[in-house]
């Protein structure tokens, strides 16, 4: 019976050993670069209740390791949605319409479905990031709620990355804490024996 | 229940003569780093079965050759080594397909688990969503590229059953993987400067992943070979076919040899 313990003791250090050395693995490939591609940059005014719009950098769709990093300077605060959705096809939508609040709410309420995040972008300078979780088109729509014209510029480029750092660190936690839990009886027991050996007893 | 008690016997010491601390933990950091090492798919890619087609390959593409570093050690050179100073020999009480199952499971088994479980790891922390929404291509990506690996270790075994020396089954397993590789490149661009789909087809059922990759249209093959996926399937079986014979092959030559 204590020979057979501690064989499963020998057993799931060994798988533990195996953990820990992934997660070692991992947090040496969570320092490889990320790529930047095609950086972008503009100004303008945005009127009083109307909209800009603007797609990815690169006008591929974005995927988890192609994702889209914009950071925006403004003097008022502005209201950004992301919506999964073709540019032109957004463009087309829109074109015969007013670029107004009011088609904006029009066009939320048809495409609410695809709408994939809405942000309040604060005077000063806001970064956003987005990794999608899968194959997405990405159409940026920014909106001036304010009664007042607002100033901004866009600095935007994609970002390539072999997968995001929260997936890393989550991956690590899990790989290294569950390997350091399955070494433990291991070490205690070689402890134990080691000590049992050395006394003079 | 005897049976199972003395495969576990027999299949502790060979996985103890196979994976001596630390050889597993390093293979596993080979495997995992490797994975990252390319493992940027195609950003350009639209579509979720070509993305992830590409990127599995990229995540495969230097873990496949640690597998077969790991095959050359443990069964070309541990096997060729036992045979040759006649450790198998000291097994005899077992039987003879105890033996060779515990030799296969280690050798094969353990660094084939080792590696489908690494990829899983990769693979969930990259893209998990598109994992399962794309679960055939996934599949079909991992049992294709594998069949590859797979065929060359069946060859790389009966090697060492004929040769029966740890060193020489090793060269000669290097020889094999490298000839077995150029006669595919060679059979290949073959094919394409004389739009050959036979000679592509006899190269797919040596290496299924060639016919999945024209399938997606994502390989030169494909303006002159584009299978359907039920085409792609069958040479992925065949390969498995093939495969599976040249195992049984090596465990008849195996269990004659002891018995001899």
């Known amino acids: ?201 | 229940m005897r049976g199972n008690k003395l495969f576990s016997e027999v299949f502790d010491l060979t996985v103890h003569a196979d994976y001596k601390f630390p050889q597993l933990e390093i293979f596993a950091f080979l495997y995992a780093i490797g994975a990252f090492a390319l493992g940027l798919g195609n950003v350009t890619l639209t579509h979720n079965g070509p993305f992830m087609l590409i990127l599995i390959s990229n995540l495969m593409n230097i873990p496949l050759y640690v597998f077969l570093i790991l095959v050359l050690k443990n069964l070309a050179y541990g096997l060729g080594n036992d045979l040759q100073k006649g450790k198998i020999r000291t097994l005899l009480p077992y039987e003879a397909k105890n033996i060779w199952a515990a030799k296969f499971l280690s050798t094969i088994g353990i660094g084939l688990l080792l590696f489908v479980g690494v990829q899983l790891f990769a693979l969930f922390i990259i893209a998990p969503a598109m994992v399962l929404a794309s679960i055939g291509t996934v599949l079909l990506t991992y049992l294709s590229n594998i069949g590859y690996v797979l065929l060359l270790t069946a060859i790389i075994f009966l090697v060492t059953l004929v040769l029966k020396k740890g060193v020489a089954s090793l060269v000669a397993g290097t020889l094999v993987y490298l000839a077995i590789g150029i006669t595919i490149q060679a059979v290949s661009s073959f094919a394409l400067t004389n739009n050959s789909i036979t000679a592509l087809q006899i190269v797919a059922l040596f290496n299924p992943s060639t016919a999945l990759i024209a399938n997606y249209g994502l390989a030169p093959a494909s303006t002159t070979w584009a299978p359907t996926l039920t085409e792609a399937a069958v040479l992925l079986i065949g390969n498995y076919l093939i495969i599976a014979f040249l195992f049984f092959l090596g465990y008849y030559y195996f269990c004659r040899w002891l018995r001899a």
């Open chain 1, 1 to 201: 019976m204590a020979e057979s313990l501690k064989r499963w003791i020998i057993f799931l250090a060994r798988i533990g050993g195996v953990l820990v050395a992934i997660s070692l693995a991992f947090y040496l490939a969570s320092f490889i670069p990320r790529g930047s591609l095609y950086p972008s940059s503009h100004s303008e005014l945005l009127l009083s209740g109307k909209f800009n719009l603007d797609a990815t950098p690169s006008l591929y769709a974005i995927n988890p390791q192609l994702g889209m990093k914009i950071i925006f300077t403004t003097n008022k605060t502005l209201r950004m949605q992301v919506f999964s959705l073709n540019y032109s096809d957004v463009e087309k939508w829109l074109n015969d319409r007013n670029q107004n609040a009011t088609v904006l709410a029009e066009f939320e309420a048809a495409y609410s479905g695809d709408l994939i995040l809405r942000q309040n972008i604060s005077s000063g300078a806001t970064t956003f990031e987005y990794f999608p979780p899968k194959i997405e088109n990405a159409t940026v729509i920014v909106l001036n709620p304010t009664p007042h014209v607002a100033a901004w510029s866009f600095n935007e480029e994609d970002v390539e990355a072999i997968a995001t750092p929260g997936s890393f660190s989550l991956a690590l936690i899990i790989a290294t804490s569950l390997g350091v839990v399955l070494i433990l009886p291991w070490l205690t027991s070689t402890l134990k024996e080691k000590r049992r050996k050395e006394s003079p007893t």
